[in-house]
Every structure is written in structure tokens, then in C-alpha cells.
Nanobody
Framework: QVQLVESGGGLVQPGGSLTLTCTAS????????MDWYRQTPGEQRYLVAS???????IVEDTVKGRFTVSMDSAKNILYLQIHNLTPEDTAVYYC??????????????????WGQGTQVTVSS
């Protein structure tokens, strides 16, 4: 059973910074990619940043320069640093991973896993 747990959200003043963390656990054989999405009420989830196996990072153009994504591959932890926060960054931030995990008995499964989300609220 693979699990993703996000943390680091909260209430932040405009112009502030925070770092979100997503920790993957379980019988992980390989993480092919990990992504950060965000979602506001009534809207779909939008991809904001990704780390692809090998270390390639991708940040969506509208947040490039303020958002930095990184990964500790040894610990299976994905980070999202957000600087100069604005009220428009208020959203639930979700982590998603494309993972191959062991099912035991020599079997494995490649699967897409989502975390439960962490709320980021930017307000004075």
C-alpha cells in the first residue's frame, strides 16, 4: 500500500513564503514522477510543478520564479517552496506520484497515487 502525505500548509500573509512537503511511503520500487497540483473551490486541479525520474524539474509558467520544486530521492520526499505568496495562491495543494510498488510474491504494480491535500491560505 503506497501512501502520500502532504504537510506544510497553513495561513500565510501576502508576500510570505512556505514549503510544502509530500512524503511517499510503502513498498516502493521506483518513483517515476511526482507532481504538485492545486485546486480552488469549484475548479479543477491544476498542475503546478513536477519532478521526473532522473531529476528533471518542471514548473508551470504562471508560477515560475516563485515556485521551486525539488525531491529527496533517497527519502522519497517531494518539496514545493513558494515565495512571494499572493491571495491567488490560496488553494488546496495536492501531491501526486506515479509509482511502481511491490505487491509481494514477486509481483508489482505501477500506479498513480494522490495525497489528501494541504490547505494554503494567503490572507492578511
Amino acid at each position: 500500500q503506497v501512501q502520500l502525505v502532504e504537510s506544510g500548509g497553513g495561513l500565510v500573509q501576502p508576500g510570505g513564503s512556505l514549503t510544502l512537503t509530500c512524503t511517499a511511503s510503502g513498498n516502493i520500487i521506483n518513483i517515476h514522477s511526482m507532481d504538485w497540483y492545486r485546486q480552488t473551490p469549484g475548479e479543477q486541479r491544476y498542475l503546478v510543478a513536477s519532478v521526473i525520474s532522473g531529476g528533471t524539474t518542471i514548473v508551470e509558467d504562471t508560477v515560475k520564479g516563485r515556485f521551486t520544486v525539488s525531491m529527496d530521492s533517497a527519502k522519497n520526499i517531494l518539496y514545493l517552496q513558494i515565495h512571494n505568496l499572493t491571495p491567488e495562491d490560496t488553494a488546496v495543494y495536492y501531491c501526486k506520484a506515479d509509482i511502481t510498488a511491490s505487491l509481494g510474491s514477486g509481483e508489482w504494480l505501477r500506479q498513480e497515487v494522490w495525497g489528501q491535500g494541504t490547505q494554503v491560505t494567503v490572507s492578511s
